[in-house]
Protein backbone atom coordinates (compact mmCIF):
# COMPACT_ATOMS: atom_id res chain seq x y z
CA UNK A 1 0.00 0.00 0.00
CA UNK A 2 1.27 3.45 -1.05
CA UNK A 3 2.56 5.46 2.35
CA UNK A 4 0.07 8.32 1.87
CA UNK A 5 -3.01 6.43 1.62
CA UNK A 6 -2.63 5.06 4.75
CA UNK A 7 -5.82 5.82 6.78
CA UNK A 8 -4.96 6.08 10.82
CA UNK A 9 -6.91 6.30 14.17
CA UNK A 10 -5.07 6.91 17.63
CA UNK A 11 -6.41 6.16 20.32
CA UNK A 12 -4.54 8.28 23.21
CA UNK A 13 -3.88 11.28 20.67
CA UNK A 14 -3.08 14.03 23.76
CA UNK A 15 -0.50 12.00 25.58
CA UNK A 16 3.41 11.60 25.07
CA UNK A 17 3.17 8.92 22.43
CA UNK A 18 -0.46 9.75 20.85
CA UNK A 19 1.73 13.15 20.19
CA UNK A 20 4.82 11.94 18.71
CA UNK A 21 2.50 9.96 16.68
CA UNK A 22 1.27 12.84 14.64
CA UNK A 23 4.51 14.34 14.78
CA UNK A 24 5.27 11.11 12.50
CA UNK A 25 1.78 10.87 10.66
CA UNK A 26 2.44 14.77 9.55
CA UNK A 27 6.03 13.51 8.50
CA UNK A 28 4.97 10.77 6.32
CA UNK A 29 1.71 12.43 5.32
CA UNK A 30 -0.99 10.23 6.41
CA UNK A 31 -4.62 11.02 6.82
CA UNK A 32 -5.87 11.02 10.46
CA UNK A 33 -9.41 9.81 10.59
CA UNK A 34 -10.21 9.73 13.91
CA UNK A 35 -8.20 10.76 17.53
CA UNK A 36 -9.25 10.21 21.07
CA UNK A 37 -8.60 11.35 24.64
CA UNK A 38 -9.61 11.20 27.86
CA UNK A 39 -9.65 14.99 29.35
CA UNK A 40 -7.49 17.04 27.32
CA UNK A 41 -9.26 19.64 25.74
CA UNK A 42 -7.23 21.84 24.59
CA UNK A 43 -4.24 19.55 23.35
CA UNK A 44 -7.24 17.50 21.36
CA UNK A 45 -8.84 20.61 19.84
CA UNK A 46 -5.38 22.01 18.83
CA UNK A 47 -5.05 18.44 16.97
CA UNK A 48 -8.77 18.75 15.43
CA UNK A 49 -7.99 22.29 13.75
CA UNK A 50 -4.66 20.72 12.64
CA UNK A 51 -5.10 17.05 11.38
CA UNK A 52 -9.25 17.79 10.53
CA UNK A 53 -10.15 14.13 11.41
CA UNK A 54 -13.62 12.87 10.91
CA UNK A 55 -14.11 11.63 14.56
CA UNK A 56 -12.89 12.99 17.54
CA UNK A 57 -13.62 11.06 21.25
CA UNK A 58 -13.72 12.11 24.48
CA UNK A 59 -14.11 9.77 27.44
CA UNK A 60 -14.83 12.24 29.88
CA UNK A 61 -18.31 13.35 29.10
CA UNK A 62 -17.71 16.66 30.64
CA UNK A 63 -14.43 17.28 28.78
CA UNK A 64 -17.10 16.14 25.27
CA UNK A 65 -19.71 18.63 26.19
CA UNK A 66 -16.78 21.91 26.60
CA UNK A 67 -14.71 20.35 23.34
CA UNK A 68 -18.40 20.24 21.44
CA UNK A 69 -18.76 24.48 22.32
CA UNK A 70 -15.29 24.73 21.04
CA UNK A 71 -15.13 23.38 17.79
CA UNK A 72 -18.58 24.18 17.04
CA UNK A 73 -17.31 25.45 13.73
CA UNK A 74 -15.68 22.51 12.36
CA UNK A 75 -16.51 19.15 10.77
CA UNK A 76 -15.25 16.86 12.79
CA UNK A 77 -18.04 14.50 15.00
CA UNK A 78 -17.30 14.63 18.67
CA UNK A 79 -18.33 11.45 20.33
CA UNK A 80 -18.71 11.32 23.51
CA UNK A 81 -17.97 8.88 26.84
CA UNK A 82 -16.32 5.73 27.34
CA UNK A 83 -19.13 3.42 25.82
CA UNK A 84 -18.37 5.16 22.45
CA UNK A 85 -14.44 3.51 22.51
CA UNK A 86 -15.23 0.83 19.79
CA UNK A 87 -17.93 2.78 18.20
CA UNK A 88 -17.34 0.94 14.36
CA UNK A 89 -16.66 4.36 13.32
CA UNK A 90 -13.41 4.53 14.70
CA UNK A 91 -12.09 1.61 12.73
CA UNK A 92 -13.89 0.65 9.45
CA UNK A 93 -11.95 3.59 7.19
CA UNK A 94 -8.84 3.12 8.54
CA UNK A 95 -5.89 0.83 7.68
CA UNK A 96 -4.08 1.44 11.16
CA UNK A 97 -5.56 1.71 14.76
CA UNK A 98 -2.72 3.65 16.92
CA UNK A 99 -3.21 2.61 20.59
CA UNK A 100 -1.12 4.58 22.79
CA UNK A 101 -4.22 4.88 25.84
CA UNK A 102 -2.15 4.36 29.35
CA UNK A 103 -3.59 1.50 31.02
CA UNK A 104 -6.56 -1.11 31.15
CA UNK A 105 -8.56 1.68 29.71
CA UNK A 106 -6.62 0.69 26.61
CA UNK A 107 -7.96 -2.63 26.23
CA UNK A 108 -11.14 -2.26 24.12
CA UNK A 109 -9.25 -0.42 21.60
CA UNK A 110 -7.45 -3.49 21.42
CA UNK A 111 -9.84 -5.79 20.74
CA UNK A 112 -12.07 -3.62 18.74
CA UNK A 113 -9.62 -2.98 16.34
CA UNK A 114 -8.07 -6.86 15.59
CA UNK A 115 -11.76 -7.46 15.96
CA UNK A 116 -12.42 -5.20 12.89
CA UNK A 117 -9.03 -7.41 11.50
CA UNK A 118 -7.05 -4.30 11.11
CA UNK A 119 -3.36 -3.72 11.90
CA UNK A 120 -2.76 -2.87 15.81
CA UNK A 121 0.01 -0.13 16.34
CA UNK A 122 0.37 -0.96 20.15
CA UNK A 123 1.92 1.13 22.49
CA UNK A 124 -0.74 0.77 25.40
CA UNK A 125 1.33 -3.25 26.42
CA UNK A 126 -1.31 -3.02 29.42
CA UNK A 127 -3.42 -4.92 26.40
CA UNK A 128 -1.14 -7.49 26.32
CA UNK A 129 -0.32 -8.06 29.32
CA UNK A 130 -3.81 -8.74 30.69
CA UNK A 131 -5.27 -10.29 27.68
CA UNK A 132 -2.07 -11.11 25.81
CA UNK A 133 -3.73 -14.88 24.72
CA UNK A 134 -6.93 -13.82 23.87
CA UNK A 135 -5.55 -10.50 21.59
CA UNK A 136 -3.24 -12.76 20.01
CA UNK A 137 -5.72 -15.43 19.15
CA UNK A 138 -7.93 -12.60 18.16
CA UNK A 139 -5.08 -11.24 15.78
CA UNK A 140 -3.90 -15.10 14.33
CA UNK A 141 -7.29 -15.62 13.68
CA UNK A 142 -8.42 -12.79 11.62
CA UNK A 143 -5.01 -12.37 9.83
CA UNK A 144 -4.41 -9.16 11.70
CA UNK A 145 -1.07 -7.57 12.77
CA UNK A 146 0.19 -6.22 16.32
CA UNK A 147 3.18 -4.25 15.74
CA UNK A 148 4.59 -3.10 18.86
CA UNK A 149 5.73 0.77 19.36
CA UNK A 150 7.13 0.04 22.52
CA UNK A 151 10.81 0.95 21.45
CA UNK A 152 11.94 -2.68 22.44
CA UNK A 153 9.91 -5.04 21.22
CA UNK A 154 9.83 -2.78 17.71
CA UNK A 155 14.39 -3.60 18.57
CA UNK A 156 12.57 -6.64 18.19
CA UNK A 157 10.92 -6.96 15.57
CA UNK A 158 13.30 -5.06 13.94
CA UNK A 159 15.96 -7.96 14.62
CA UNK A 160 14.28 -10.85 13.55
CA UNK A 161 14.51 -8.73 10.13
CA UNK A 162 10.18 -8.23 10.52
CA UNK A 163 9.18 -11.17 11.08
CA UNK A 164 7.12 -12.50 14.79
CA UNK A 165 9.15 -15.67 14.80
CA UNK A 166 12.25 -17.66 13.89
CA UNK A 167 13.03 -21.27 14.16
CA UNK A 168 16.74 -20.20 15.60
CA UNK A 169 15.85 -17.37 18.09
CA UNK A 170 17.62 -18.81 21.27
CA UNK A 171 16.92 -15.49 23.64
CA UNK A 172 15.30 -12.35 23.66
CA UNK A 173 17.37 -9.48 25.64
CA UNK A 174 15.20 -6.82 26.87
CA UNK A 175 17.48 -3.23 27.67
CA UNK A 176 16.41 -1.04 30.19
CA UNK A 177 17.79 2.01 31.29
CA UNK A 178 17.55 1.06 34.94
CA UNK A 179 15.64 4.54 35.82
CA UNK A 180 16.44 7.48 37.98
CA UNK A 181 17.65 4.74 41.09
CA UNK A 182 20.28 2.87 39.38
CA UNK A 183 22.41 1.38 41.64
CA UNK A 184 20.88 2.33 44.53
CA UNK A 185 20.16 -0.09 47.51
CA UNK A 186 16.60 -0.22 48.97
CA UNK A 187 17.58 1.18 51.95
CA UNK A 188 18.27 4.49 50.20
CA UNK A 189 14.96 4.76 48.36
CA UNK A 190 12.74 5.11 51.31
CA UNK A 191 12.08 8.74 51.33
CA UNK A 192 12.18 9.10 47.74
CA UNK A 193 9.84 11.62 46.23
CA UNK A 194 7.61 11.45 43.50
CA UNK A 195 9.81 14.60 41.54
CA UNK A 196 13.35 12.79 42.15
CA UNK A 197 10.89 9.39 41.03
CA UNK A 198 9.52 11.01 37.52
CA UNK A 199 13.50 12.04 36.70
CA UNK A 200 14.50 9.66 34.34
CA UNK A 201 17.54 9.84 32.96
CA UNK A 202 16.89 9.20 28.84
CA UNK A 203 13.10 8.88 28.21
CA UNK A 204 10.11 11.57 28.45
CA UNK A 205 6.97 9.82 29.21
CA UNK A 206 3.73 9.95 31.20
CA UNK A 207 3.12 10.04 34.57
CA UNK A 208 2.45 6.40 35.06
CA UNK A 209 4.83 4.46 32.82
CA UNK A 210 7.90 6.97 33.87
CA UNK A 211 7.12 6.00 37.84
CA UNK A 212 6.87 1.96 36.11
CA UNK A 213 10.10 2.60 34.68
CA UNK A 214 11.71 3.28 37.95
CA UNK A 215 10.15 0.42 40.05
CA UNK A 216 11.06 -1.62 37.15
CA UNK A 217 7.16 -2.87 36.92
CA UNK A 218 7.39 -1.58 33.47
CA UNK A 219 10.27 -3.87 32.17
CA UNK A 220 8.26 -6.79 33.78
CA UNK A 221 5.54 -5.94 32.01
CA UNK A 222 7.46 -5.58 28.83
CA UNK A 223 9.06 -9.25 29.29
CA UNK A 224 4.95 -10.24 29.11
CA UNK A 225 4.64 -8.34 26.13
CA UNK A 226 7.70 -10.31 24.62
CA UNK A 227 6.24 -13.14 25.39
CA UNK A 228 3.26 -12.90 23.58
CA UNK A 229 4.27 -10.80 21.03
CA UNK A 230 7.16 -13.00 19.58
CA UNK A 231 5.66 -16.59 21.54
CA UNK A 232 9.25 -17.10 23.34
CA UNK A 233 9.01 -19.28 27.04
CA UNK A 234 9.98 -16.65 29.97
CA UNK A 235 13.09 -18.63 30.91
CA UNK A 236 14.47 -17.33 27.04
CA UNK A 237 14.03 -13.54 28.35
CA UNK A 238 16.55 -11.65 30.08
CA UNK A 239 16.94 -8.09 30.87
CA UNK A 240 19.78 -6.03 30.34
CA UNK A 241 20.78 -2.44 32.30
CA UNK A 242 22.01 -0.66 29.46
CA UNK A 243 22.41 3.15 30.99
CA UNK A 244 22.75 4.95 27.41
CA UNK A 245 19.34 3.43 25.87
CA UNK A 246 20.83 3.28 22.74
CA UNK A 247 20.59 -0.46 22.28
CA UNK A 248 17.12 -0.94 22.06
CA UNK A 249 17.26 -4.78 22.32
CA UNK A 250 18.63 -7.55 21.08
CA UNK A 251 18.43 -10.97 20.15
CA UNK A 252 20.58 -13.93 20.23
CA UNK A 253 20.24 -16.63 18.23
CA UNK A 254 21.16 -20.50 18.15
CA UNK A 255 24.38 -20.09 17.18
CA UNK A 256 25.61 -17.36 20.14
CA UNK A 257 25.69 -14.73 17.58
CA UNK A 258 23.21 -11.38 18.45
CA UNK A 259 21.80 -8.82 16.56
CA UNK A 260 21.16 -5.91 18.36
CA UNK A 261 18.81 -2.48 16.89
CA UNK A 262 20.87 1.10 17.86
CA UNK A 263 19.56 4.15 17.59
CA UNK A 264 19.24 7.15 19.26
CA UNK A 265 16.29 7.53 22.00
CA UNK A 266 13.66 8.89 20.21
CA UNK A 267 9.87 7.15 20.28
CA UNK A 268 9.29 8.56 17.09
CA UNK A 269 11.24 5.91 15.46
CA UNK A 270 9.43 2.76 16.75
CA UNK A 271 6.31 4.54 15.78
CA UNK A 272 7.16 5.19 12.24
CA UNK A 273 8.66 1.39 12.04
CA UNK A 274 4.67 0.33 12.87
CA UNK A 275 3.35 3.15 10.62
CA UNK A 276 5.42 1.65 7.69
CA UNK A 277 6.23 -1.83 8.27
CA UNK A 278 7.94 -3.60 6.92
CA UNK A 279 9.21 -0.52 5.09
CA UNK A 280 11.82 2.06 6.34
CA UNK A 281 11.66 5.89 5.30
CA UNK A 282 13.88 8.80 6.11
CA UNK A 283 12.75 10.31 10.03
CA UNK A 284 13.10 12.68 12.23
CA UNK A 285 14.88 11.08 14.71
CA UNK A 286 18.49 12.40 14.61
CA UNK A 287 21.12 10.33 13.54
CA UNK A 288 23.21 8.48 15.90
CA UNK A 289 26.87 9.32 16.26
CA UNK A 290 28.82 6.40 18.26
CA UNK A 291 31.90 8.73 18.47
CA UNK A 292 29.80 10.69 20.74
CA UNK A 293 28.53 8.34 22.70
CA UNK A 294 31.84 6.40 23.09
CA UNK A 295 30.84 3.73 25.24
CA UNK A 296 28.08 1.78 25.98
CA UNK A 297 27.38 0.36 29.67
CA UNK A 298 25.98 -2.85 30.80
CA UNK A 299 24.77 -4.35 34.03
CA UNK A 300 22.88 -6.86 35.62
CA UNK A 301 19.77 -5.99 37.16
CA UNK A 302 19.71 -5.40 41.30
CA UNK A 303 17.71 -6.73 43.82
CA UNK A 304 15.03 -3.84 44.08
CA UNK A 305 14.38 -4.50 40.19
CA UNK A 306 14.22 -8.16 40.76
CA UNK A 307 11.22 -7.81 42.89
CA UNK A 308 9.29 -5.95 40.40
CA UNK A 309 10.50 -8.41 37.66
CA UNK A 310 10.04 -11.34 39.53
CA UNK A 311 6.01 -10.22 40.37
CA UNK A 312 6.04 -10.20 36.62
CA UNK A 313 7.36 -13.62 35.66
CA UNK A 314 5.69 -15.04 38.31
CA UNK A 315 1.96 -13.94 37.33
CA UNK A 316 2.73 -14.85 33.65
CA UNK A 317 4.00 -18.37 34.77
CA UNK A 318 1.18 -19.08 36.93
CA UNK A 319 -1.16 -17.57 34.59
CA UNK A 320 -5.12 -17.13 34.40
CA UNK A 321 -6.02 -13.91 35.49
CA UNK A 322 -3.26 -12.93 38.25
CA UNK A 323 -0.96 -10.72 35.46
CA UNK A 324 -4.76 -8.57 35.69
CA UNK A 325 -4.55 -8.61 38.93
CA UNK A 326 -0.82 -7.17 38.80
CA UNK A 327 -1.54 -4.91 36.57
CA UNK A 328 -4.65 -3.05 38.01
CA UNK A 329 -2.77 -3.07 41.75
CA UNK A 330 0.09 -1.68 40.12
CA UNK A 331 -2.14 1.20 38.62
CA UNK A 332 -3.83 1.57 42.07
CA UNK A 333 -0.31 1.75 43.74
CA UNK A 334 1.17 4.59 41.36
CA UNK A 335 -1.96 6.57 41.53
CA UNK A 336 -1.58 6.07 45.67
CA UNK A 337 2.11 7.07 45.25
CA UNK A 338 1.42 10.37 42.64
CA UNK A 339 -0.96 11.21 45.05
CA UNK A 340 1.68 11.29 47.77
CA UNK A 341 -0.61 8.55 49.61
CA UNK A 342 2.26 5.98 49.99
CA UNK A 343 5.91 5.59 49.98
CA UNK A 344 7.66 4.70 46.86
CA UNK A 345 8.91 1.32 47.82
CA UNK A 346 5.62 1.22 49.34
CA UNK A 347 4.06 0.70 45.42
CA UNK A 348 5.61 -2.76 45.05
CA UNK A 349 4.38 -4.00 48.70
CA UNK A 350 0.87 -2.80 48.10
CA UNK A 351 1.18 -5.21 44.58
CA UNK A 352 2.41 -7.83 47.06
CA UNK A 353 -0.49 -8.03 48.96
CA UNK A 354 -3.24 -7.68 46.66
CA UNK A 355 -1.81 -9.88 44.80
CA UNK A 356 -1.40 -12.35 47.91
CA UNK A 357 -4.96 -12.32 48.83
CA UNK A 358 -6.00 -12.97 45.41
CA UNK A 359 -7.28 -16.32 44.25
CA UNK A 360 -6.50 -17.41 41.23
CA UNK A 361 -9.50 -18.29 38.15
CA UNK A 362 -8.59 -19.09 34.49
CA UNK A 363 -9.13 -16.43 31.55
CA UNK A 364 -11.82 -17.63 28.97
CA UNK A 365 -12.63 -14.42 27.88
CA UNK A 366 -12.60 -10.14 27.85
CA UNK A 367 -15.32 -10.27 30.53
CA UNK A 368 -13.09 -12.69 32.96
CA UNK A 369 -10.53 -10.01 32.58
CA UNK A 370 -12.59 -7.04 33.09
CA UNK A 371 -13.84 -9.19 36.49
CA UNK A 372 -10.60 -9.57 37.56
CA UNK A 373 -9.35 -6.15 37.08
CA UNK A 374 -12.78 -4.94 38.92
CA UNK A 375 -11.98 -7.61 42.09
CA UNK A 376 -8.65 -5.46 42.16
CA UNK A 377 -9.90 -2.37 42.14
CA UNK A 378 -12.57 -3.07 45.12
CA UNK A 379 -10.19 -5.19 46.54
CA UNK A 380 -7.66 -2.47 46.85
CA UNK A 381 -10.24 0.26 47.96
CA UNK A 382 -11.54 -1.63 50.79
CA UNK A 383 -8.00 -1.99 52.06
CA UNK A 384 -6.46 1.84 51.22
CA UNK A 385 -6.52 2.71 54.87
CA UNK A 386 -4.49 0.21 55.62
CA UNK A 387 -1.72 0.80 52.70
CA UNK A 388 -1.95 4.37 53.42
CA UNK A 389 -1.42 3.07 57.20
CA UNK A 390 1.65 0.67 56.73
CA UNK A 391 3.51 1.99 53.76
CA UNK A 392 3.43 5.57 54.08
N1 LIG B 1 5.74 7.53 26.71
C1 LIG B 1 6.54 6.65 26.15
O1 LIG B 1 7.66 6.95 25.75
C2 LIG B 1 6.08 5.22 25.98
C3 LIG B 1 6.95 4.28 25.43
C4 LIG B 1 6.51 2.99 25.22
C5 LIG B 1 5.23 2.63 25.58
N2 LIG B 1 4.41 3.54 26.14
C6 LIG B 1 3.05 3.11 26.52
O2 LIG B 1 2.15 3.92 25.79
C7 LIG B 1 0.97 4.17 26.56
C8 LIG B 1 0.78 5.68 26.69
O3 LIG B 1 1.90 6.23 27.37
P1 LIG B 1 2.09 7.82 27.44
O4 LIG B 1 3.39 8.02 28.10
O5 LIG B 1 1.85 8.41 26.10
O6 LIG B 1 0.90 8.20 28.43
P2 LIG B 1 0.21 9.63 28.68
O7 LIG B 1 1.11 10.72 28.24
O8 LIG B 1 -0.27 9.61 30.07
O9 LIG B 1 -1.05 9.61 27.67
C9 LIG B 1 -2.14 8.75 27.87
C10 LIG B 1 -3.21 8.97 26.83
O10 LIG B 1 -4.35 8.14 27.20
C11 LIG B 1 -5.51 8.96 27.41
N3 LIG B 1 -6.26 8.38 28.53
C12 LIG B 1 -5.93 8.39 29.84
N4 LIG B 1 -6.87 7.74 30.58
C13 LIG B 1 -7.81 7.34 29.71
C14 LIG B 1 -9.05 6.66 29.85
N5 LIG B 1 -9.49 6.24 31.06
N6 LIG B 1 -9.79 6.39 28.74
C15 LIG B 1 -9.35 6.79 27.52
N7 LIG B 1 -8.18 7.46 27.31
C16 LIG B 1 -7.44 7.73 28.39
C17 LIG B 1 -4.98 10.35 27.74
O11 LIG B 1 -5.96 11.34 27.48
P3 LIG B 1 -5.89 12.78 28.27
O12 LIG B 1 -4.61 13.42 27.83
O13 LIG B 1 -7.09 13.50 27.81
O14 LIG B 1 -5.89 12.45 29.74
C18 LIG B 1 -3.78 10.41 26.78
O15 LIG B 1 -4.21 10.70 25.48
C19 LIG B 1 1.20 3.45 27.90
O16 LIG B 1 0.61 2.18 27.83
C20 LIG B 1 2.71 3.32 27.98
O17 LIG B 1 3.10 2.20 28.77
C21 LIG B 1 4.79 4.81 26.35
Known amino acids: MQEKSKKITLFGSTGFVGRQTLEVISHLGLNVIAITANKNVSIIERQIRKFKPKYALMTDERAAT?????????????????????????????????????????????????AAKKTLA??????????????????EK?????????????????????????????????????????????????????????????????????????TMMNKGFELIEAHWLFNVDVQSIDVLIHRESIIHSLVEFADNSLLANLAVPDMRLPIQYALTYPERYTSLAKNLNLYEINQLTFYKPNSFSLDALNLCKNALISGGSLPVVVNAANEFAVDLFLRNRISFLGIIEVIKFICTAYKNSPINNIDDVLNADDWTKNFANSNLDSFVKYFK
Open 142 to 214: NCAKILPIDSEHSAILQCLNGKFSDKFLKKIILTASGGPFFGKKREELLNVSVAQAMKHPTWSMGNKITIDSA
Open 66 to 114: ELKLKIRDSSTKILCGKDELCNPNLFEESNIIVNSIVGIAGLLPSVCAL
Open 122 to 139: LANKESLVVAGKILTSLA
